[in-house]
């Protein structure tokens, strides 16, 4: 009786085998390169936007007028006397923003601008 035996030796030759680094990443290099990427990405997005400002020429101002608001009187209505096509809810958040109001109530006695409409 004959036996056949296979081992499962293998011997790669020089040519084929690639020497392993000795250089390694440890987590403190890991974090210092994903923190140093994020920075320069960081740093060409906010280059890239600065570009996008505004423009060299001041822009035109909104002809105001000023009104008095009297007891009872909200923004809604102020709004709805002054808004043109039944645009309310737009005419209510351009005098929010000239007034630099932070919500929709309203004193009495306050004085609020608000654009002069012409028809």
Do not use: C, H, Y
């Amino acid at each position: 009786m004959s036996t056949l035996s296979l081992s499962p030796v293998f011997t790669a030759s020089p040519a084929t085998a690639r020497p392993r680094s000795t250089v390694r990443l440890t987590r403190r290099g890991r974090l210092v390169v994903f923190l140093t990427s994020l920075f320069l990405v960081l740093g060409v997005a906010i280059m890239l936007a600065g570009g996008a400002v505004g423009t060299d020429s001041a822009g035109q101002p909104v002809p105001t007028e000023v009104v008095q608001v009297a007891p009872g009187d909200t923004l809604w209505g102020i709004a709805s006397d002054i808004a043109t096509e039944g645009d309310v809810r737009g005419m209510m958040t351009q005098i929010e923003r000239l007034n630099a109001l932070d919500s929709a109530s309203l004193t009495a006695g306050q004085k609020l601008r608000v654009p002069v409409v012409t028809e």
